[in-house]
């Protein structure tokens, strides 16, 4: 039996109401709103009840929340449907390459100028700082909830008093917070998330919230199932951002997982998981060949990076794989900036994750093979 | 004076021979040593058409055995499907010649032998050789496996529905770093050279339509121990082989060994496909000679002296550093791990 320690790449194992949602879906439904029988009535209801569900989570308006299909799709459609020709954008040197290289690419073709706010010791990102990069044509500020990397915990709030303060909208990559962390959306222009990791979910899904009064520009056209003799895409949101079948399928797994993290609750879980992330710590503070990055003790998710000194990153997630059956990553996740500045790019960090159904044992059983290795 | 002439008059062959072999095609998968050999002999002879497929490029520790190669192509570094070309074209301006510089995988295999009438083995390792069996014998096409490390070759001709295949002989790949590679043990040219004899005078009788004349057997030499073995294959074909018998083409549907570039990370992975435990200690003793080892019980680290450096876990995935290539890893872990 595999001890499953990558959770931020994604949850593994789902609620099993997933599964049975998804088979269920197999059997009576089609594609949502394109026909009028039931098996496209019923499509229609698992992707309502996925929207629903999901506004539900975040306490918004059902037409806040544009379905996609994963995080990075709900970044790009963000980025690319909000950005014009001399707007500026302050982001962070934490991001993930879904936001990073969409904000290059447009940078390096001229159409807009590019901040990029570095992070403290901690591995925290301040309001502060992003305030000093603001300038008159600043449009965008796009910063993670949580850093896949460190785990820490970004100060969201702050960040959103400053952008309505400057009247500049906000953009919150909610990949790895939700699910865990309670995400106010006050001040919040945008956030993306996806549905396969705190969510739960399948892979294939995930969602882009919307404030009412930001207009996005749609970067995919195609049919909506309805409306179909207009020449351009509707403009009624959400629909005006989703061309094309949804994941009907993936849909109805979402659905079935925000009911198990709803009634086992976000901050049940939360407790959970920051329980083992506290032990893991406390264990890897005796093992003096093992390093820690970020923020040990507050504002973080089950999220840590580390190094065993000795072996890049890829040998211990391979031994550990290989000899102790412990699933983990090694590497660079995809987080270039946070290597660079932490100096870590060589050997890349070993990335541990727990998840709601992850054990004390599990833990034990990590530090237990980290002593070996760090002995060997 | 036909520059045939000489071997027309070799009653074996023949006017209509000639002709035959002149309207032939043959695809040459690896041409390193025994690749070399065979492509050259088999231009000499004029066939009408060569198409040789190779990944790697030409280094200086080819020269002593890989005939179609020279110095300046070392230096260059020039594919070894480029180099052959330029030679054999040389050697025989009327041959049409088809250089591609590729890996040969379970997906493109099939494609890569379209409209060719004999594949010649040039391979260094197990694992693509039972690719070409299972594309030959799905798609009828006779083959020759032929294989050389240290003073030791070994060939058998695999001819469809006739003779056995490689998987009634070999059903099952061998555990990487179980077998000595050219790299660990060394290779000398006159294996290559008897290796290669054996082969394309199978590759002439199949290409004249002499079958009666192949030697039915897997032939095993040791030119340094003088043990020159014929087994006789004759019966050797399996009811139950997976692939001749029972059409199963494991190697075209199955993904090979994974490879996949470690994002960022100038670092590729080879995960065999079938779990295998290999021998750390066994193989650090192979290695040593070659570069520096560095071994504990979870790994083995390999230095290679012109920068690669290879860990090597117990179950035979490897971290090869120092390229995001995986072609090049793929080749460097045939050489070092085997397979």
């Known amino acids: 039996m595999v001890i499953y320690l990558d959770n931020a790449a994604t949850s593994y194992p789902k609620p099993t109401a997933v599964a049975s949602a998804i088979q269920n879906a197999l059997e009576v439904a089609t594609s949502p709103g394109r026909s009028l029988h039931k098996l496209a009535r019923n499509a229609t209801l698992i992707v309502q009840e996925a929207r629903q569900k999901i506004a539900a989570l975040l306490g918004c308006t059902e037409e806040s929340i544009v379905l996609t299909y994963g995080c990075t799709d709900a970044l790009n459609m963000a980025i690319k449907g909000i950005l014009r020709e001399g707007d500026h954008v302050v982001t962070t040197a934490l991001e993930h390459n879904s936001v990073l290289r969409p904000l290059r690419r447009l940078s390096k073709q001229g159409i807009i100028k590019l901040s990029i706010v570095d992070f403290d010791e901690q591995g925290y990102v301040s309001a502060s700082k992003i305030a000093n990069h603001l300038t008159p044509q600043t449009k965008l500020i796009a910063v993670t909830a949580a850093s896949n990397v460190l785990g820490t915990v970004q100060p969201v709030a702050e960040i959103a008093e400053l952008a309505q303060k400057s009247k500049v909208l906000l953009l919150v990559d909610a990949a790895q917070a939700l699910g865990t962390v309670k995400l106010s959306l006050e001040g919040i222009d945008l956030l993306a998330c996806g549905g396969h990791k705190g969510l739960l979910g399948p892979t294939g899904t995930g969602f882009l919230y919307v404030a009412t009064k930001t207009k996005l520009n749609c970067w995919r056209e195609g049919g909506t199932g309805s409306d179909s003799l207009s020449a351009l895409q509707p403009e009624e949101m959400p629909y005006h951002l989703e061309a094309g079948t949804p994941n009907v399928l993936g849909l109805a797994g979402l659905a079935a997982a925000i009911d198990y993290l709803l009634e086992r609750t976000v901050s049940d879980i939360a407790k959970h998981e920051l329980r083992l992330t506290e032990l893991l710590l406390e264990g890897l503070a005796k093992l003096p060949k093992v390093k820690v990055y970020g923020n040990r003790f507050d504002r973080r998710i089950a999220t840590v990076s580390l190094s065993v000194h000795g072996y890049s990153s890829e040998e211990v997630a391979a031994i550990l794989d290989e000899s102790f059956q412990i699933a983990v990553r090694g590497g660079l996740h995809c987080a270039p900036l946070v290597h660079q500045q932490l100096g870590t790019t060589e050997q890349g960090l070993v990335r541990v994750s727990f998840g709601p159904f992850n054990k004390v044992d599990d833990v034990e059983a990590l530090l237990a093979a980290l002593l070996e290795i760090s002995q060997c | ?339």
């Open chain 2, 1 to 339: 004076m036909n520059r045939y002439s000489r071997q027309i008059l070799f009653e074996g062959i023949g006017q209509e021979g000639q002709k035959y072999l002149s309207k032939s095609h043959v695809t040459i998968v690896g041409c390193g040593a025994i690749g070399s050999a065979s492509a050259e002999a088999l231009a000499r002879a004029g066939v009408g058409s060569l198409r040789i497929i190779d990944r790697d490029v030409v280094e200086p520790s080819n020269l002593h055995r890989q005939s179609l190669y020279d110095e300046t192509d070392a230096k260059n570094h020039l594919p070894k499907a480029e180099a052959a070309k330029r030679r054999l074209q040389m050697l025989n301006s009327e041959l049409q010649i088809e250089a591609i510089v590729r890996d040969v995988s379970s997906t493109n295999t099939e494609h890569l032998l379209e409209g060719t009438d004999l594949v010649l083995d040039g391979t260094d390792n197990f694992e693509t050789r039972f690719i070409i069996n299972d594309a030959c014998i799905k798609r009828s096409i006779p083959w020759i496996y032929a294989a050389a490390v240290s003073s030791y070759g070994l060939t058998m001709t695999v001819i469809p529905e006739k003779t056995p295949c490689l998987r009634c002989i070999f059903e099952q790949l061998p555990p990487p770093a179980s077998a000595p590679t050219c790299e660990t043990a060394g290779v000398i040219l006159p294996i290559i050279s008897s290796i290669s004899a054996i082969q394309v005078t199978e590759a002439i009788k199949i290409l004249i339509r002499r079958y009666e004349l192949l030697h039915k057997s897997l032939v095993q030499l040791d030119i340094w121990k003088n043990r020159y073995v014929k087994i006789d294959v004759t019966n050797a074909r399996s009811k139950d082989c997976i692939c001749c018998s029972r059409k199963i083409f494991d190697y075209l549907s199955q993904p090979q060994s994974l490879v996949a570039t470690l994002c960022g990370r100038n670092t590729v992975q080879v995960v065999p496909n079938a779990g295998f435990k290999i021998d750390l200690k066994q193989l650090a003793e192979k290695l040593r000679p070659h570069g520096e080892v560095q071994i504990n019980r979870f790994l083995l680290r390999f230095k290679l002296p012109e920068g690669y450096e290879l860990t090597i876990f117990p179950d035979a995935r490897s971290l090869i550093h120092g390229t995001a290539d995986t072609t090049t890893a793929r080749s460097i872990y045939a050489k070092f791990v085997g397979a």
